[in-house]
């Protein structure tokens, strides 16, 4: 049997749940970066159900909810629980030039990746110009 002598270990995992580590941070991991007229966002999500992850996007502020639930049973007696369970939240504000209405989202080994293009009006475009003529008008 596996135990545990350090009388601080319950006030240890109290900060790293609030505050997290380096190695066990306390929000969502994210990357996000632009390619061309896209932008990509990928989330961490190990363990986690595709049925329990929820995404709402109001006023410009997407909302990635999910929930790992433990792999044990309610009436099993745990020895060690260091990964943590329970429901995760993050938000992204994005900005006004994204096109939130075709966000694409897939979830693959343990990654919620997220495609958000930008918006055709943000996007640049030539401007053509109308009127003067390259031919000279004399006076009579």
Do not use: C
Request: proline residues 6%; charged residues 30%; without cysteine.
């Amino acid at each position: 049997m596996l135990m545990r002598t350090d009388p601080f270990h319950e006030l240890d995992r109290l900060v790293e749940r609030v505050w997290g580590t380096t190695a066990h941070p306390a929000g969502t991991p994210l990357d996000a970066w632009r390619e061309g007229d896209t932008f990509f966002v990928e989330l961490d999500l190990p363990g986690v159900d595709t049925e329990s992850i929820d995404l709402d996007v109001e006023r410009n502020v997407l909302t990635v909810k999910a929930e790992r639930k433990p792999a044990y049973g309610e009436n099993t007696e745990t020895v060690v629980t260091e990964r943590p369970v329970g429901t995760f939240s993050r938000q992204l504000f994005l900005g006004e030039t994204l096109d939130v209405d075709k966000i694409e989202a897939s979830y693959e080994a343990g990654v919620l990746k997220l495609r958000i293009p930008v918006a055709e009006q943000a996007k640049p475009r030539k401007i053509t110009i109308s009127g003067g003529s390259n031919r000279k008008e004399l006076d009579s």
